[in-house]
């Protein structure tokens, strides 16, 4: 099991706008990064500390957090969006946690 | 830019030591502000962090494995290694190697930023 709990699954219609939301108490004090995991491919980064987009990651992407739940929003979903999403964390050791993972259906 | 490649066995037989090695390119590992981790993912789950180590000595690892895995660096090969005994079939996953940041300069950075294309370990007899 995760420290980190995510909706198995969501779907959005295409250029529609869609959050998924990770839920934790180590959310209360740390971070959430979020990755976009394609099938047979590495986690890519897309989301770091808060609200961060590492370059070359689309402005539709955007992240907000509330107590112990983090949120990423995608405005204007495209087909490419179709992936899986893992938010992630730290405990207060440092240890980092990892979501069990959204899978974002774009229909 | 730089890149990540694992490399090592794909077939390891319980209760031996699964080995991997992860090569850098593109960068050197010598700059102690970055660490480096593993992490693995079982077929159809989130990913697991198994643990980090930087050139400074400094390393820390996830608690679930109760002392079985161990991160080396070494900076002469730009390699880092995954060492993980007394393997089982709940081992069997497939293995990254990332890129692990915590302060880029001034910014509070705290990700993993670049990852290796990863590598499919199955532990069977």
């Known amino acids: 099991s995760s420290d980190l709990t995510q909706d198995p699954a969501v779907s959005v219609a295409l250029g529609q706008t869609v959050s998924i939301t990770c839920q934790g108490d180590s959310l209360r004090s740390h971070y959430a990064s979020w990755y976009q995991q394609k099938p047979g491919h590495a986690p890519l980064l897309v989301i770091y500390t808060k609200d961060n987009r590492p370059s070359g990651i689309p402005d539709r992407f955007s992240a907000s957090s509330s107590g112990t739940t983090a949120s990423l929003t995608i405005t204007g979903a495209r087909a490419e969006d179709e992936a899986d999403y893992y938010c992630?964390?730290?405990?207060?050791?440092?240890?980092?946690?990892f979501g069990g993972g959204t899978k974002l259906t774009v229909l | 830019q730089v890149q990540l490649q694992e490399s090592g066995p794909g077939l390891v037989k319980p209760p031996q030591t699964l080995s991997l090695t992860c090569t850098v390119s593109?960068?050197?590992?010598?700059?102690?502000?970055?660490?480096w981790s593993w992490i693995r993912q079982p077929a159809g789950k989130g990913p697991e962090w198994l643990g980090r180590?930087?050139?400074?000595?400094?390393?820390s690892y996830n608690p679930s494995l109760r002392g079985r895995v161990t991160i080396s660096v070494d900076t002469s090969k730009n390699q880092f290694s995954l060492r993980l005994t007394s393997v089982t079939a709940a081992d069997t996953a497939v293995y990254f190697c990332?890129?692990?940041?915590?302060?880029?300069?001034?910014?509070?950075?705290?990700?993993?930023?670049?990852w290796g294309q990863g590598t499919m370990v199955t532990v069977s007899p």
């Open positions: 593109g960068g050197s590992l010598t700059n102690g502000d970055f660490y």
């Open positions: 990332a890129r692990d940041i915590v302060w880029l300069g001034d910014l509070f950075f705290d990700a993993c930023d670049i």
């Open positions: 992630s964390s730290r405990d207060d050791s440092n240890n980092r946690l």
């Open positions: 180590a930087n050139t400074n000595g400094i390393s």
